[in-house]
């Protein structure tokens, strides 16, 4: 079921809500401790799927590019710009429900992870990248609910509808692509996303600040290229 990895992700983050409500505070070392831990199970997620890759060059020049153009498009910082608005427009007054709320959501849907694992699930029902964020945001949850309440539960829902539409128009699109080309699309697609989850791991473990969303355009780079291979 292509759906499945939002779902459970929307479930994640209700079940980490509820345990956070339970634990009420969460010490500084335990978060530190439990984000690396996330990093490292990134990091060896994202070496997997890098290594699944039938040309090197192709993706680092598609990450590269990608990388380019995300920079000069200032994705990320579009990204962080957006959330800090939201931000300002719906948890001002110190309202905890609305501040938890904002922020959870925030944290869920901006990112490369969720797009790139949405796009998986409707393209080839591979749902593994939104299983592993999933993972991610539940442990993301208790520590939230944790010091903002219950408004951090209800992030689920605009989690869920975001992914999922992402899903269901990547679905439709895959029915217009030849499957030769869709095949080689797919693992190579994953191979990039790979170096990009990489990335997000050794974010989470204070390694390096590597701006992920800026490469998010090295995956149009990707599938441009890997069109042009196929018609010529």
């Known amino acids: 079921m292509m759906f499945m990895g939002s779902i459970v992700n929307g479930l994640t983050i209700i079940g980490g809500g509820l345990l956070g409500l339970i634990l009420h505070s969460i010490s500084d070392h335990a978060k530190d401790t439990v984000t690396k831990s996330l990093g490292l199970g990134t990091f060896a997620l994202g070496i997997q799927m890098a290594l699944q890759t039938k040309s090197f060059i192709v993706m680092v020049i598609s990450l590269c590019l990608g990388g380019l153009i995300g920079e ?45 694992g949405a796009i998986q699930a409707g393209v080839s029902g591979d749902n593994t990248t939104l299983y592993t964020k999933s993972v991610m945001d539940g442990f993301m949850a208790i520590m939230l609910t944790a010091s903002l309440g219950v408004g951090v539960i209800f992030s689920a829902l605009p989690v869920i509808i975001y992914q999922g539409t992402i899903t269901l128009f990547a679905s439709f699109l895959v029915q217009f692509v030849p499957k030769a080309l869709m095949t080689n699309a797919l693992r190579e697609i994953g191979a990039v996303g790979g170096l990009m989850i990489l990335g997000i791991g050794l974010n989470l473990m204070g390694i390096t600040k590597i701006r992920i969303s800026n490469l998010l355009p090295g995956l149009l780079v990707l599938v441009a290229i890997l069109t042009g291979q196929y018609f010529l």
Do not use: K
């Not at 007054?93 to 944290?107: P, S, Y």
């Open 72 to 116: 000069w498009l200032h994705i990320e910082d579009g990204m962080n710009h957006l959330g800090l608005m939201l931000e300002q427009r719906f948890a001002r007054g110190n309202q905890h429900f609305a501040e938890g709320f904002v922020t959870a959501t925030l944290i869920a849907v901006i990112g490369a992870m969720g797009i790139l």
